[in-house]
């Protein structure tokens, strides 16, 4: 029989709701929105909410569905990231995943001396060039916060550390609207300006309603503000079972979607087509400990359920995975990473946040748990790529030739094709003499040693010129 020449390939996927759920979820985050609403003080938010047709009692607005649908509809569906050089390199639509770390972190890990301390500017500058340095992270976030800078201008100076740091597209945080202004002139700078800007954004904002259904006037101003200039927004609840949603998943995700639903009307309404991503990070209080998990599997499922409510949606997405509650880059660290990721990938969770630095439910970063995870999301990648089939895969003629008891060690065929299988530097496959031989180094002590080499990585410096409008916008920073 005559083989094919074509090849058949298969991306391996996840679905934790069928089309059904998506459905009723989709019909109970509409009657949310009517029924219950949201609360807004915010007086330009609520003129532009109800002169769209929005029902508003003083600070409660209900929202009828086709709002909600129409906002979906003027959204767009695909958003392309540039780098600070304007290459484009995340490329959000469907169910296509790109990892990157986390942001505000308070505390940070050393590698070198394993002790804890508080974050600081200098920590956000190792951070931002270990981020720069791993292939498999395409975005960075503001790591981690700024003690030792005045909290006044803490978030800015973070962001423009990030930005000299690492070349790759930035997500931020930041306090109120004249933040989000002064990071999008240095972004602007960076990049070359506003046409550049507008063809491949270098940054995203973040912002989050408050669960349950509350909007903090300071984020309603950013809000707004990113969808008049079009910087990308990420509008990002994040409610909690037995807490601040209900303790059903079912119901925590209804409230999710409905909040972050909620500011793409008023973001659509403010300026249609603006780009918008989709998304909540939904996990549980641990009842045990009271603490908002960052390692429970409910997390995954969930983040599963609304990233493939993104995708009926058509919305971009920012996911979570890679995080731990753990306080070490130990058994408990890297088995919560790796299920995580695995299951972003395979749902296709878009902007996957937290994939290297989410330590001890969300408080420190390490440099270490950044490699590891690097590490983990590079196994991924390469089981994503699947099976590749086809006849020079299928490789017929060379199990004829070979035959019973022969062996392929000595085969071109084999020379072609093994570097494509996955070779780490920290997980080792030697057998005891050698790896007694090798130094007997342990896990972690491979780990320490390939994170201190990688942190020795600076990307291509600022010009000169940039540095110094960088150093006057600082100066003007209230």
């Given amino acids: 029989m005559g083989m094919t020449t074509d090849t058949l390939s298969f991306k391996p996927t996840l679905q934790v709701i069928n089309a059904d759920q998506i459905e009723q979820i989709h019909a109970a985050t509409l009657d949310v929105l009517e029924r219950t609403g949201i ?14 047709g929005a029902r508003v009692r003083g600070d409660r607005v209900k929202i009828p569905g086709f709002m909600v649908e129409a906002a979906i509809r003027n959204a767009p569906s695909r958003l392309v ?6 290459k484009r390199t995340v490329f959000l639509e469907r169910d296509k995943s790109f990892f990157g770390p986390s942001l505000d972190c308070i505390d940070y890990l050393d590698p070198l001396t394993q002790t804890r301390s508080r974050f600081t500017s200098e920590h956000v500058k190792v951070t931002a060039a270990l981020c720069d340095a791993l292939p498999n992270f395409q975005w960075c976030m503001t790591i981690g916060m700024a003690a030792d800078v005045p909290a006044d201008i803490a978030d800015r100076v973070i962001a423009r550390n990030v930005m000299e740091f690492c070349e790759k597209p930035l997500v931020f945080c930041c306090k109120d609207a004249g933040s989000v202004r002064d990071i999008y002139e240095m972004a602007l700078l960076l990049c070359g300006g506003k046409e550049n800007f507008d063809t491949a954004p270098y940054v995203v904002q973040y912002t989050e ?5 509350v909007y903090f006037d300071p984020a309603v101003d950013k809000l707004i503000y990113c969808a008049e200039q079009r910087i990308p927004l990420i509008n990002f609840p994040a409610p909690q079972c037995c807490g601040s949603s209900p303790a059903t998943l079912a119901g ?12 793409l009307v008023l973001h659509q309404l403010v300026n249609p087509g603006a780009p918008f991503i989709y998304g909540a ?8 400990s009271t603490i908002f998990s960052y390692g429970a599997i409910e997390m995954s499922l969930m983040t599963g359920a609304l990233a493939q409510m993104a995708q009926h949606y058509r919305l971009p997405f920012f996911g979570t995975a890679g995080a731990t509650d753990a306080k070490f880059c130990d058994a408990q660290a890297g088995a919560e990473a790796a299920w995580q990721c695995l299951t972003a990938a395979a749902v296709g969770s878009g902007l996957v946040h937290d994939c290297s630095s989410w330590m001890d439910h969300g408080s420190m970063a390490s440099p270490e748990f950044m490699v590891l995870v690097h590490d983990i999301v590079d196994n991924i990648r390469h089981f994503m790529e699947g099976i590749e089939v086809c006849e020079q895969t299928l490789a017929l003629d060379l199990i004829h030739k070979v035959g019973p008891g022969g062996h392929y060690l000595q085969q071109a065929h084999t020379m072609q094709n093994f570097k494509k299988m996955k070779y780490s530097d920290i997980f080792e496959r030697m057998v ?4 007694e031989e090798a130094g007997s180094k342990r896990f972690e002590q491979r780990l320490q040693q390939s994170t201190l080499a990688k942190m020795k990585h600076r990307p291509a410096p600022l ?8 150093d006057r916008m600082q100066k003007g920073w209230k």
């Fill in 39 to 52: 609360k807004i003080t915010h007086a330009r938010a609520l003129e532009v909410l109800s002169s769209a």
């Fill in 81 to 86: 990231l540039g780098a600070r050089t304007g």
């Fill in 209 to 213: 309603p408050i669960s349950p259904l």
């Fill in 252 to 263: 925590a995700i209804v409230q999710a979607s409905a909040e972050s639903l909620s500011g």
């Fill in 281 to 288: 990070f939904a996990t549980i209080m641990d009842m045990r």
């Fill in 432 to 435: 005891i003499a050698q790896w």
């Fill in 463 to 470: 010009a000169a010129e940039q540095i110094r409008e960088l």
